[in-house]
């Protein structure tokens, strides 16, 4: 009998303990199903773009405008931009830029000032590659506007930060979407009186070779006056990143002449600047 009473409560034991087994297993099947499902969003979310943002921070007297900014004017074709000449007649995307409240983004003293702001967080030759990459799209956009490498980020027009940009929410969705890069900017009245602005390009860690230099030759363009993004992946200017990024295209230059045809108060004498109002 004992022996009997034995064996049951073993057999008992035994059925909790599978019982359990198999509850644990469940339990753990599903939470990495669900765990699956959210990752699966998360990625289908995840979009490697190029955001524009504009900077608009009403407690810096840098990001403000006078009350009266110079009037909208074009500025002379730079030469090498003046030189440029589409033989393939590829067309642009002007259409796509966003003219906002000084007119056009362009710039009128050359050459720009670009300071790449060397990483800290990596090894030397981590940074030396980031480094080189960055450069080597900045020399590629050179080719068509003036442009100068500086040491110090208080002289620079354009500075470049290897850093990762914030999350964004979109409009649609509630969950935040990772960005690769972000570009923004914001006006200032210069020395010599002058109506001017400055970008911050920021730059994800996680971009490395081609991938880091299409970013970095995709936010030089809006930097350059390029505000808005192309819907033909073979931009450089395209609104997202592709597996096989395309170098600066005919449609890109195309574009950044018309823009630099276009009026902008930017680069004008400014009449009154005691008084300045927030950009909205």
């Given at each position: 009998?004992?022996?009997n009473?034995t064996?049951?409560?073993?057999?008992?034991?035994l059925k909790n303990?599978?019982?359990?087994?198999?509850?644990?297993?469940?339990l753990m099947?599903?939470?990495?199903l669900?765990?699956?499902?959210?990752l699966?969003?998360i990625?289908?979310n995840?979009?490697?773009?190029?955001?524009?943002?504009?900077s608009?921070?009403?407690?810096s007297?840098?990001?403000?405008?006078?009350?009266?900014?110079?009037?909208?004017?074009?500025?002379?074709?730079p030469?090498?931009l003046?030189q440029?000449?589409?033989?393939?007649n590829?067309?642009?995307?002007?259409?796509?830029?966003?003219?906002?409240?000084?007119?056009y983004?362009?710039?009128?003293q050359?050459?720009?000032r670009v300071?790449?702001?060397?990483?800290?967080?990596?090894?030397?030759?981590?940074?030396?590659?980031?480094?080189?990459?960055?450069?080597?799209a900045?020399?590629?956009?050179?080719?068509?506007?003036?442009?100068a490498i500086v040491?110090?980020?208080t002289?620079?027009?354009?500075t470049?930060v290897?850093?990762?940009?914030p999350?964004q929410?979109s409009?649609?969705?509630?969950?935040?979407?990772?960005?690769?890069?972000?570009?923004?900017y914001?006006?200032y009245?210069?020395?010599?009186?002058?109506l001017s602005?400055?970008?911050?390009?920021?730059?994800?860690p996680s971009?490395?070779?081609?991938?880091?230099l299409?970013a970095?030759?995709?936010?030089?363009?809006?930097?350059?006056?390029?505000?808005?993004?192309?819907?033909?992946?073979?931009d450089?200017l395209?609104f997202?990143?592709?597996?096989?990024?395309?170098?600066i295209s005919?449609?890109?230059?195309?574009?950044?002449?018309?823009?630099?045809?276009?009026p902008?108060?930017?680069?004008?004498s400014?009449?009154?600047?005691?008084?300045?109002?927030?950009?909205?």
């Open positions: 009998m004992t022996n009473s064996s049951s409560t073993q057999h008992c034991t303990t599978i019982r359990k087994t198999v509850f644990w297993q469940r099947t599903s939470l990495a669900a765990m699956s499902i959210a699966l969003i990625l289908t995840f979009q490697s773009s190029a955001i524009l943002v504009t608009s921070s009403s407690s007297s840098s990001s403000t405008l006078p009350t009266s900014p110079p009037s909208p004017k074009p500025h002379p074709l030469p090498t003046a440029w000449q589409d033989s393939t590829s067309g642009d995307y002007f259409s796509q830029v966003t003219q906002i409240q000084v007119g983004l362009v710039w009128s050359f050459p720009v300071y790449v702001e060397p990483p800290q967080a990596v090894n030397t030759k981590q940074a030396e590659q980031w480094v080189n990459s960055v450069l080597q900045v020399q590629e956009w050179n080719v068509y506007l003036p442009l040491e110090q980020p002289d620079a027009d354009i470049i290897r850093k990762a940009p999350l929410t409009p649609n969705s509630k969950i935040p979407r990772a960005r690769s890069a972000q570009t923004t914001e006006f009245v210069s020395k010599n009186n002058l602005h400055r970008f911050t390009i920021l730059l994800s971009q490395t070779g081609q991938y880091l299409a970095t030759r995709h936010e030089f363009g809006h930097a350059l006056g390029i505000w808005g993004h192309s819907p033909l992946p073979s450089a395209y997202s990143q592709v597996r096989n990024p395309p170098p005919p449609r890109d230059l195309n574009t950044l002449k018309r823009v630099y045809e276009q902008t108060s930017l680069g004008w400014v009449q009154e600047k005691s008084v300045s109002i927030p950009l909205k």
